[in-house]
C-alpha cells in the first residue's frame, strides 16, 4: 500500500530564511509524489509533481522538491521565505491501482516577520 | 480555464433539511472526486467517478449521502437529512486520468457547510 509521512505538523520560520518540510513516502512500485498547498479558507493548489522524470522537481512560487529513492524522501524546500507562503502543506503520493491520492497529514508553515 | 466550480461557497442549514452541493469539473477531465475536511479528521475521499459512473463510495459516511454525475459537466453531493456533524468543507476534485496517465487533482474552492 501506498502512504506518505509527513514528519513535522509544525514549521516555524522568519521572513527570508530557507523552507524545509519533510515527508517520508512507501510505494510498491515507483510512485508519483505531490506537494499541493492550501492557503487558509481556500482550496488545494497543486504546487508541484515528480512522475519519474527529473529528481529534482521545480514548482510553482519557489519551491522544488527532491525526490530521493534511497532515502524514501521528497522533501520541500524553497531558499528564502515569504509571508505569503504561510499555509498549509499536504504531501501526497498517488495510489495507480485505485487512481486515488493519499494525502499526508499536513505540515503548517508559518512565517514571521 | 476557468478551473473547478462550486456552487454554493457556504451553506448555513438547519439539521434536517436537505443539501445539495455541486461541483463542475475542469472541461475535458473524466475524473471527478469529492472530499470532505474537518480539523478532526482531516481531508476524506467520499467517493469518485471516472466518466460519469461512481467508482467507489467506500468513502461516503452513510446512507444519508448520496452523489450523482448525471454528465461530464456536473455533479452533485447530497445530504439528507443533514446533521450538525455534518458540517465541514467540501471539496470537488478533477482529473484527467485515465486518460491522460497523469494523477494530480485539480481542486475547488470548496462549500463551507454549517449545519445547525
Known amino acids: 500500500a501506498q502512504s506518505v509521512t509527513q514528519l513535522d505538523s509544525h514549521v516555524s520560520v522568519s521572513e527570508g530564511t530557507p523552507v524545509l518540510l519533510r515527508c517520508n513516502y512507501s510505494s510498491s512500485y515507483s510512485p508519483s509524489l505531490f506537494w499541493y498547498v492550501q492557503h487558509p479558507n481556500k482550496g488545494l493548489q497543486l504546487l508541484l509533481k515528480?512522475?519519474?522524470?527529473?529528481?529534482l522537481v521545480k514548482g510553482i512560487n519557489g519551491f522544488e522538491a527532491e525526490f530521493k529513492k534511497s532515502e524514501t524522501s521528497f522533501h520541500l524546500t524553497k531558499p528564502s521565505a515569504h509571508m505569503s507562503d504561510a499555509a498549509e502543506y499536504f504531501c501526497v503520493v498517488s495510489d495507480r491501482d485505485t487512481d486515488k491520492l493519499i494525502f499526508g497529514t499536513g505540515t503548517r508553515l508559518q512565517v514571521f516577520p | 480555464d476557468a478551473g473547478v466550480i462550486q456552487s454554493p461557497r457556504h451553506e448555513v442549514t438547519e439539521m434536517g433539511q436537505e443539501v445539495t452541493l455541486r461541483c463542475k469539473p475542469i472541461?475535458?477531465?473524466?475524473?471527478l472526486f469529492w472530499y470532505r475536511q474537518t480539523m478532526m479528521r482531516g481531508l476524506e475521499l467520499l467517493i469518485y467517478f471516472n466518466n460519469n459512473v461512481p467508482i467507489d463510495d467506500s468513502g461516503m459516511p452513510e446512507d444519508r449521502f448520496s452523489a450523482k454525475m448525471p454528465n461530464a459537466s456536473f455533479s452533485t453531493l447530497k445530504i439528507q437529512p443533514s446533521e450538525p456533524r455534518d458540517s465541514a468543507v467540501y471539496f470537488c476534485?478533477?482529473?484527467?486520468?485515465?486518460?491522460?496517465?497523469?494523477?494530480?487533482?485539480?481542486f475547488g474552492p470548496g462549500t463551507r457547510l454549517t449545519v445547525t
Open positions: 472541461s475535458g477531465h473524466n475524473s
Open positions: 515528480y512522475t519519474s522524470a527529473a529528481t
Open positions: 476534485a478533477s482529473s484527467s486520468r485515465p486518460t491522460s496517465g497523469s494523477y494530480e487533482q485539480y
